[in-house]
């Protein structure tokens, strides 16, 4: 009996290690391969050649020593096979054979850590080109950064699969017939196409973060891809002070994650959160990269480092009450200077009607009212009608309340506007 | 390598250039095409008369059908064209982004289809 079993759970364990490989490696293996062989979907099938190899071959003759480096040499072998069956002209097979095993050798030779990571990088500014339309830059960069399958992303952003997965067709295709480069791009470009990348990672963030639809644990897994791509990007370029920026911002807004909802998926608002049920290690990691990303700006931080600084001065506060909001004014005055935009003059105002006085806020918020940009954006309505209220100018309160309330579609703010409303109706 | 045909759109001026400013957009035209064929990347090049002097024809069942003026009535006319060939699709852009014309109207950047080298 003992004999029998000894062979299933050696099998058992190289199946597992397998699957922990899958896990760790195959992104990193896609990279590679994509590199060397200029192909994405030539490249997806070799690395799926390579794991289904695997499963037979590692229960019968043992888990080679560096698995990651076992499977980027089956892929490219597989790769080969391939190209050879279509019938793909010689000449091209011999080139892509020289240029295959020149670059995986490359990597075996040198333990491939860096190089590997140099591939991700890469990887992520070909699938944020922008020569690709938004939408598939995130999808082309969740299904071959990020960890997760097109269904999955298909769920995460509300779209139906087929939708998603022509989209990626369709960058595919994109990206070899006008030869959109798989490198990272030279100087002149960096910071613009940086730009693009970071964008890209925000919004995937933020589509698991503010979405007020969808399944939770999926949009979790975005925030977790988004946080884990920006890492990526912010260790392999350290002289970017955006991308720590970035990877600041997104920690410590996800430090909030678990007290901004209640029960019952009611959003809470921040002065209303219970602090202690924000993450600890979240926040001291992303308040750590917000003070690096500052010193290291020489004084002309971008506008990620600055949002991340100002969720520092929310972070930094034990209660709501200690909040720096003359700070965040002064912060978000300076957001307004390398990034303007109407919502942020906005975000502006409110600091600073918290920091000196409703009065001092609402001469900001009617200066933007002149300019009109927000008319239509239902919060700027609720923030004046807000700075009314504590003013005692009941009447004009209301108005602006009722106002934002023909603007809102959200339950949760809605239900909160009218009971506002009915108070100063019924004080006045 | 990779071909790719640069297209030049802008809105078609509603009078005839002066020599003057016709003299100076040859003048910025050469310097740009001096500039790419020094890169190396220059195959070909051509300015187009108005859209005024297009004739558009169409074979339907056989027959010939010609129509006065462009394929489409459109803000903004091709103009001019070249065709370069270079590595990618960020060099094409960067040059581009340099063609005169760019700053007042556009460039559409295409690849052009690859075809299988015939023999004889």
């Known amino acids: 009996m003992a004999e029998a079993r000894e062979p299933r759970s050696v099998a058992d364990g190289s199946i597992a290690v397998v699957e922990q490989t899958f896990r760790a490696e195959s992104g990193r293996a896609l990279a590679t391969l994509i590199r060397v062989l200029g192909d994405f979907d030539l490249a997806e099938e070799a690395v799926q050649d390579?794991?289904?190899?695997?499963?037979?071959?590692?229960?019968?003759?043992?888990?080679?020593?560096?698995?990651?480096?076992?499977?980027?040499?089956?892929?490219?072998?597989?790769?080969?096979?391939?190209?050879?069956?279509?019938?793909?002209?010689?000449?091209?097979?011999?080139?892509?054979?020289?240029?295959?095993?020149?670059?995986?050798?490359?990597?075996?030779?040198?333990?491939?850590?860096?190089r590997v990571a140099d591939d991700r990088l890469r990887l992520i500014f070909t699938c944020c080109h922008p020569a690709l339309p938004l939408d598939a830059r995130v999808a082309l960069t969740l299904r071959t950064l990020g960890g997760l399958t097109t269904p999955e992303i298909a769920r995460a952003f509300l779209v139906p699969e087929a939708t998603l997965a022509q989209r990626i067709v369709r960058a595919k295709k994109k990206i070899l017939a006008?030869?959109?480069?798989?490198?990272?791009?030279?100087?002149?470009?960096?910071?613009?196409?940086?730009?693009?990348?970071?964008?890209?990672?925000?919004?995937?963030?933020n589509e698991g973060y503010t979405a007020s639809v969808g399944d939770e644990l999926v949009r979790r897994d975005l925030c977790a891809e988004a946080i884990r791509l920006s890492r990526l990007v912010a260790d392999l370029m350290p002289e970017s002070t955006e991308a720590r920026g970035l990877l600041s911002l997104l920690l410590l807004q996800d430090s909030r994650r678990d007290a901004r909802t209640e029960p019952d998926g009611g959003l809470v608002l921040l002065e209303a959160q219970d602090r202690a049920r924000w993450d600890r290690a979240e926040m001291d990691e992303g308040m750590a990269l917000v003070e690096r990303a500052l010193a290291q700006s020489g004084g002309r931080p971008g506008p990620y480092a600055i949002q991340a600084a100002i969720a520092a001065c929310h972070a930094s506060a034990a209660v709501a009450a200690d909040t720096d909001w003359a700070e965040i004014a002064a912060?978000?005055?300076?957001?307004?200077?390398?990034?303007?935009?109407?919502?942020?003059?906005?975000?502006?105002?409110?600091?600073?009607?918290?920091?000196?006085?409703?009065?001092?806020?609402?001469?900001?918020?009617?200066?933007?009212?002149?300019?009109?940009?927000?008319?239509?954006?239902?919060?700027?309505?609720?923030?004046?009608?807000?700075?009314?209220?504590?003013?005692?100018?009941r009447q004009e309160a209301a108005v602006a309340y009722e106002r934002s309330l023909a603007l809102a579609t959200n339950g949760a703010e809605r239900a909160f506007l009218e009971r506002r409303l009915a108070e100063v109706r019924s004080a006045g | 390598m990779a071909k790719y045909l640069l297209l030049i759109y802008g809105e078609e001026p509603p009078a005839p250039p002066t020599p003057a400013q016709v003299e100076a957009m040859f003048t910025e035209y050469d310097a740009f095409s001096v500039g790419i064929e020094k890169q190396g990347i220059l195959r070909g090049a051509e300015a187009l008369l108005p859209t005024a002097a297009a004739t558009t024809v169409r074979v339907r069942d056989g027959k010939s059908l010609v129509t006065d003026g462009p394929f489409a009535e459109t803000k903004e006319a091709l103009g001019g064209f070249y065709v370069i060939e270079c590595d990618d699709l960020d060099t094409a852009l960067g040059a581009a982004a340099k063609i005169p014309g760019a700053k007042s109207g556009s460039v559409e950047v295409r690849p052009i289809m690859p075809m299988p080298e015939r023999a004889g």
């Open chain 1, 331 to 393: 912060l978000y005055a300076r957001l307004a200077q390398v990034a303007p935009s109407p919502v942020v003059d906005l975000n502006r105002a409110v600091a600073v009607a918290m920091a000196f006085g409703p009065a001092e806020g609402l001469v900001l918020v009617e200066g933007l009212r002149a300019e009109g940009a927000l008319a239509e954006y239902h919060l700027f309505h609720a923030t004046r009608a807000d700075l009314l209220r504590r003013l005692g100018r």
């Open chain 1, 50 to 114: 390579a794991f289904v190899t695997a499963i037979e071959r590692w229960p019968r003759d043992g888990v080679p020593d560096r698995p990651g480096a076992w499977i980027v040499t089956t892929a490219r072998n597989r790769a080969l096979d391939r190209l050879r069956r279509r019938r793909t002209e010689a000449v091209k097979v011999a080139e892509i054979e020289r240029a295959a095993s020149a670059g995986v050798e490359g990597d075996v030779r040198l333990g491939g850590e860096s």
């Open chain 1, 178 to 205: 006008a030869h959109i480069p798989y490198r990272v791009p030279p100087d002149d470009l960096l910071p613009e196409r940086l730009d693009g990348v970071l964008a890209t990672l925000y919004l995937i963030f």
